[in-house]
């Protein structure tokens, strides 16, 4: 607090009451650190006998040094060091005898530092950026009154002790002070944790230099960009927050920092703080920017529609719809009153994001603010339409081919004008459709294509551009589809990989976390081990509330409460036809038609899978017409239709083989198998019709054991043995009965399957 | 000086004999030590008493054989310390072994170390290095007192030296126990209770803390209590300090005026600072406070007055550039205002209330950005102004960003939730916004604080009407007229009238005709709804010559159902009730 107050003494900038955020003009200036710098860089054009490797590591040095905060000494040094230990000792020993010596030993060294400006050949020549550097430096130095230079001296000194102590140097404070403040020091933090910490901080502070403007605009740029592309590799919340309220405290005009500060807050959805934030940037960027025009492209007009449209996101982000509307709606009149289409279309966009978060058809908008954003030649917002619209279109049951021309266009534009972002995206969203359609080869090829690309982008900070949701969402798709597979440690190879990449607490973890939970789930399920997939249903659910509740529905169903997963299903249904979440609602018929089979209501489940037939088709969801086939498929069977059942069997084999899942594939030859062996019931060709049996449950047989599947695995064993019997194969028949008996030992004793046929 | 302190804690307000004789022995004491401001608030104080005879004068505190040592070293020093040469006076004290002695060295070099720090400011290294600079001395100062701290050896005055290095500090709790152990040590000085008055935050604190029982803690209470918006409790406190035979202190008499202020009782604020300045014609404290006075009564020859007269005193006082920037915001001359209140700021940056009103003043020259600046800078200085947080809000309303300040006014709701002023500005975004039932809400609240504008039942009225719950809007618009006759003033008659013809419409309309009648009657007091007065008259005679009986017995319905389900007490007025409010 009291530093706060300190900032505010009277500028002599301040004109018509506005303080300019760089008060003095200078972006720079001299601290002991930048001296370092310098004589490294005096000693490097003077230097001659340096090789040629050692030059190029320290070139390469160069920029970040400028750039980047400030070091301590035994810090620089030992970067220096390992490029080249000689120059390092050089720096050391130049330093050292500017400080054991005189003020005059400083004068002295910046009265010489411009030497190689006036030598034509010298690296340092006025316009390079070193050259650049060492002026801004001595025009930095050369305003320096002379108590600031003098200060500048002693700074550098302690600096030098601070690190090398060793060295003689002037004496430091009696160590008795030290002992006896450090002991009072931690007395304070254990009467009082908080406020003695903060104390202690306070006292670490000035060891810490602040930052310059430009190292702070490096700062906080790079920040930004890691938050954006690798939040990884980006300083944690609380470290950040403490950094910026730093920089805050030493210059509280410098507007980014509130800026950064938002969106450290949204990391850990402190609607509070980010909310101060972004006004306060806001209201701190109405002041650099303006010009007391208020309706132009520039002046601060300009930012007052971009600090209503903000909040608005922040609104969104946070999912208040109501405010978030309120202060959209303020954006477009305020963007509407001075013309500003951009702005305006803009907002078109975040207003159709709203309607579609708030789950409300939203093509209309979206088409429209396609059609503006490519009149006013917005690419981003152009093709960030397009990719919206072909979400909904996808789950609306547009046509395929129309929406793969759409991504194809948008992928055209992208490439002409290089975003790269949007490729990503693209691509992540060609793999969830596909993945939709259930066309497993397709979505696995879109999957590798992007994780194989190289960004367009260049290499920022050493941080490929990867660490975005587009990856995430594409790698969760990996790890399904190689467990659908029945690759399991490939699977949870992939999640491993994506738990490093997107710790639990960044912002696209729910992603892969709902993954894994699904594929775990699933594993249980699959294996009979209900009571282990229970637990899950309840993470499920607090990722995903409708996928928990079927999740609820199926264990439910497996556990014969019947009942109750009934009713959970049928509350599921109401809450997807209000979602329009298509895929579900097939699941969920083709899970209740399940449910009629329990209770031998056969016919009763014929309209009810034709109904999702119908649905699945419309959407081209070809996995779950599939599947919703195999479902008449073993309703006619139990019907007593096996020949129908064979027929309409057919048409789902081929796409099931092709592009199924395992346990899906292993179903289906299982459901053909006991389908032959109906057929073949009463003919003369019975026993051809047994032997093509015997041949389809070996394959199926094959797929269950890949699965782990070993419920299903029991059953095929039992028909093999059936039929092998029935054939007269009795070495066969015994193997089978054996590896029956041994599934059966290791399952625990349930219900058996349905009559077999 | 001891055995005073002990006598000081037994003495109620009825010897005040007693109390001049502590006053003038502190000052001298608070006088060796530099403590210029204590020795004002006290000599204020001792004034303010009857002179004692000769025989009851108190004798100057005795001395020790230290002191003696001392004497020689401690005047010199003290004439450095005068000189505002601190190190050289440190200097020669540091051998010194007097208590006396030993408070002037540590206070010495704290005092070196402020000055050092405030000249560093203007040097440094660069603008980013500002926040950075800092007194050097307070570390080691707090070294040495906290080691004396733990052995004893502190007395009163190097207590409170230890707690302002504490709180210079930012060690807030361990300064709030220091100073509580100050005046314990020593009641009488004021400085100690002073600095304890800015680390109290909250009521609950202040209770927590035990504090010693000497008459002086009621003007510490009294203060306090100013200070944490208890404007009536603190009203008390030094209505029963003037009963005690403080009334001619002037100090009691600015700080009721300045209470007054804070709760907006204009008129008695104005009439004590009249008095004030009678009583002490050159005096600059307070003054701003006083000339805000006069510009909310756009009293202009006394606010001219009175920066004339400031400025002939000290043209060089933060306060006396607030009065003048005042006066030319009054004159509508903001550009100058502002011009005064950057001076002010020049003069003193911590001076929070100048940035407030240099707000105010380019929103009046309608340079936005440069108020939205000053606001911020404002809040900056203290989070918890209201009137800079208000003031944002406004700027961003004009700018017709009516969600966009509601941020803004919400915080300034938050910091005064009694003020009617936040409400209703509230109300009025949510209205702008179409958030009806939250503008209702609003208005409903404001009215319910007391709204001192008395726009929020007119607002709220209206709101009903365009609704069409023309019940609730005829309740709201009967006790509107209750308010605006029962205090005596008739200020905007247009209001007035509209309530007016819309109740009698509404009588009209319910076919109480007796009411209706009454209200075109009173219609017609008013230029702007005579025609209309009379016209309904005429429609009333009109149907009464029909025969159609007034359907008197039909009751109202209980207009305020649907709002005083929270239990507020309403004032329910028989609609009748009107005779007494002739105009």
């Given amino acids: 607090m009291a530093s706060v107050h300190e900032s505010l003494y009277f500028n002599p900038m301040m004109t018509n009451g506005v303080v300019h955020a760089n008060v003095f003009g200078i972006k720079d200036w001299v601290t002991p650190y930048k001296i370092s710098v310098l004589v490294l860089l005096d000693e490097m054009t003077i230097s001659k006998r340096m090789t040629l490797l050692e030059r190029r590591r320290l070139n390469k040095l160069i920029l970040p040094l400028q750039q980047g905060p400030d070091l301590t000494l035994r810090h620089f040094l030992k970067t220096v060091e390992e490029c080249s230990a000689e120059t390092a000792f050089a720096v050391k020993l130049r330093l050292h005898m500017m400080v054991v010596g005189e003020l005059k030993d400083m004068e002295s060294f910046f009265d010489t530092l411009p030497n190689p400006f006036s030598d034509a050949e010298s690296e340092a020549s006025k316009t390079s950026v070193v050259g650049l550097f060492m002026r801004h430096m001595l025009l930095a130095y050369n305003k320096l009154s002379f108590s600031q230079v003098y200060k500048l001296y002693t700074a550098l000194q302690r600096y030098y002790d601070d690190c090398l102590g060793s060295q003689p140097g002037p004496p430091t404070a009696p160590p008795v002070d030290a002992d006896m403040e450090l002991s009072e020091m931690e007395l304070t933090s254990t009467e009082d944790g908080a406020e003695g910490k903060m104390d202690k901080e306070d006292d670490e502070a000035p060891r810490r230099c602040p930052l310059s403007q430009k190292q702070a605009e490096y700062f906080l740029a790079r920040q930004a960009y890691l938050l954006k592309n690798d939040e990884n590799k980006a300083l944690k919340p609380a470290a950040l927050q403490e950094e910026l309220n730093n920089m805050l405290k030493f210059n509280p005009d410098f507007a980014e920092a509130h800026y950064l500060s938002y969106l450290n807050s949204m990391r850990v959805q402190d609607v509070f703080i980010s909310t101060h934030s972004l006004l306060h940037y806001f209201d701190r960027l109405i002041l650099t920017g303006g010009d007391g025009k208020s309706n132009g492209d520039e002046g601060y007009g300009r930012s007052l529609r971009y600090a209503a449209l903000n909040l608005a996101a922040l609104h969104c982000r946070f999912g208040h719809y109501q405010q978030a509307e309120l202060a959209l709606q303020e954006a477009i009149r305020i963007a509407q009153e001075s013309n500003d289409h951009v702005c305006l279309q803009h907002c078109l966009s975040w207003l159709y994001t709203l309607e579609q978060m708030k789950g409300s058809d939203s093509s209309v908008l979206t088409e429209d603010s396609v059609k503006m954003a490519a009149h006013f030649g917005l690419p981003y917002l152009a093709s960030l339409g397009i990719q919206s619209l072909v979400q909904q279109g996808a789950t609306g049951g547009k046509a395929a081919n129309m929406l793969m021309d759409a991504l194809k266009d948008t992928d055209i534009l992208h490439w002409k004008h290089s975003l790269s972002e949007l490729i990503d995206i693209s691509l992540a969203q060609t793999t969830s459709i596909w993945r939709m359609y259930g066309k497993s080869t397709m979505a696995l090829q879109c999957a590798q294509v992007l994780l194989n690309m190289n960004s367009l982008e260049q290499v920022d900070f050493g941080v490929q551009q990867n660490n975005t949701e587009a990856f995430a969402v594409v790698l969760c798709h990996l790890a399904e589809l190689h467990a659908e597979q029945g690759l399991f440690g490939a699977s949870s190879e992939i999640l491993k990989h994506l738990k490093e990449r997107f710790p639990p607490h960044t912002q696209h973890a729910k992603l892969w976390m709902l993954c894994d939970l699904k594929i775990q789930f699933e594993r249980a399920m699959n294996d009979g081990k209900y009571h282990l997939a229970e637990p899950h249903v309840a993470a499920i659910a607090a990722l995903d509330q409708m996928e928990g509740l079927y999740r609820k529905g199926l264990v439910m169903k497996a556990q014969n409460q019947t009942t109750d997963a009934y009713r959970v299903l049928q509350r599921l249904q109401l809450l997807c036809e209000k979602t329009k979440c298509t895929e579900m609602i097939i699941r969920v018929m083709l899970t209740t038609a399940e449910l009629h089979w329990e209770s031998s209501g056969f016919s009763t489940a014929l309209p009810l899978l034709l109904q999702a037939l119908v649905l699945a088709r419309q959407h081209h969801l070809q996995a779950l017409a599939s599947e919703t086939i195999l479902h008449l498929a073993f309703s006619q069977l139990m019907l007593g239709v096996p020949e129908q059942a064979l027929n309409i069997l057919h048409e789902a084999m081929e796409p099931i083989l092709a592009h199924g899942a395992l346990l899906d594939k292993g179903r289906a030859l299982l459901l053909v198998a006991k389908c032959q062996m109906a057929v073949s019931g009463g003919r003369e060709d019975r026993r051809t019709g047994l032997e093509q049996a015997v041949q389809t449950l070996d394959e199926a047989a094959a797929y269950f054991s890949r699965m782990g599947c070993k419920d299903r695995l029991r059953d095929t064993h039992y028909l093999q043995a059936r039929l092998h019997h029935a054939l007269g194969h009795t070495a066969q028949r015994n193997e089978c009965a054996l590896l029956f008996r041994m599934v059966d030992q290791e399952l625990p004793p349930a219900r058996y399957g349905l009559p077999d046929g | ?583």
């Fill in chain 2, 1 to 583: 000086g001891q055995a005073n302190h002990n006598v000081a804690r037994a003495v109620g307000f009825g010897d005040l004999v007693q109390i001049k004789k502590q006053l003038i022995s502190v000052i001298s004491l608070c006088k060796e030590r530099g403590l210029v401001h204590s020795v004002k608030w006290a000599s204020e104080l001792a004034f303010a008493l009857k002179p004692l005879p000769m025989s009851e004068l108190p004798p100057p505190a005795p001395l020790t054989e230290e002191d003696v040592e001392d004497l020689d070293a401690l005047g010199l020093a003290k004439s450095y310390f005068d000189l505002k040469e601190y190190d050289r006076a440190a200097y020669f004290l540091r051998g010194c072994r007097s208590k006396k002695a030993y408070f002037l060295y540590m206070y010495s070099r704290y005092l070196s170390g402020e000055k050092k720090k405030d000249d560093e400011t203007v040097d440094s290294l660069g603008p980013l290095e500002k926040g950075q600079v800092r007194n050097e001395a307070l570390r080691e100062l707090r070294v040495e007192l906290s080691k004396k701290h733990r052995t004893g050896e502190l007395d009163g005055f190097t207590l409170y030296l230890y707690g302002v290095v504490l709180r210079k500090l930012d060690l807030l709790k361990e300064a709030v126990d220091v100073f509580v152990e100050a005046t314990h040590a020593l009641p009488l000085h004021w400085g100690a209770w002073l600095e304890l008055c800015n680390l109290i935050t909250n009521i609950e604190m202040l209770k927590s803390l035990s504090l010693p029982d000497c008459w002086i803690r009621d003007f510490f209470l009294a203060h306090m209590y100013t200070e944490l918006q208890m404007i009536k409790e603190a009203l008390q406190k030094y209505q029963s300090l003037i009963e005690a035979g403080f009334s001619k202190s002037t100090y009691i008499i600015s700080q009721i005026a300045v209470a007054y202020h804070n709760i907006r009782d204009i008129d008695q604020a104005l009439s004590l600072f009249n008095e004030l300045r009678e009583q002490d014609p050159y005096r600059i404290e307070n003054m701003d406070t006083f000339s805000n006075l006069l510009y909310v009564r756009s009293m202009k020859p006394e606010l001219s007055y009175l920066a004339h007269n400031l400025v002939e005193i000290d043209k060089y006082r933060v306060e006396t550039c607030c009065v003048i920037g005042n006066y030319y915001s009054l004159r509508s001359q903001h550009e100058k205002a502002a011009l005064y209140f950057q001076r002010a700021l020049k003069l003193n940056p911590r001076c929070l209330g100048a940035w407030t009103l240099m707000g105010h003043e380019y929103m009046e020259m309608k340079n936005t950005s440069a108020a939205i600046q000053a606001y911020r800078h404002a809040i900056e200085v203290n989070k918890r102004d209201y009137r800079a947080w208000y003031g944002l809000g406004q700027t961003y309303e004009i700018l017709k960003m009516h969600f966009y300040c509601l941020y803004y006014y919400r915080r300034a709701h938050q910091l005064r939730p009694n003020d009617s002023r936040m409400l209703v500005a509230l109300g009025e975004c949510y209205e702008k916004l179409s958030q009806l039932s939250e503008a209702k809400k609003c208005y409903w609240r404001a009215y319910s604080v007391g709204d001192v504008e008395r726009m929020a039942l007119l607002k709220l009225a209206k709101l009903h009407e365009q609704l069409n719950e023309s019940d609730e809007a005829a309740h709201c618009y009967i006790i509107y007229i209750q308010d605006i006759f029962s205090c005596g003033e008739l200020l905007e008659h247009v209001e007035v009238s509209t309530a007016l013809r819309y109740l009698g419409q509404y009588y009209f309309k319910n076919k109480r005709y007796d009411e209706a009648s009454l209200c075109a009657q009173r219609c017609c007091d008013y230029n702007d709804a005579r025609e209309e007065g009379k016209a309904l008259l005429r429609q009333i005679s009109q149907v009464r010559d029909q025969g159609e009986a007034s359907s008197a017995d039909v009751s109202l319905p209980c207009v305020f159902g649907s709002l005083s389900n929270n239990n507020t007490p309403v004032r329910r007025v028989s609609p009748l009730d009107l005779s007494s409010v002739t105009p």
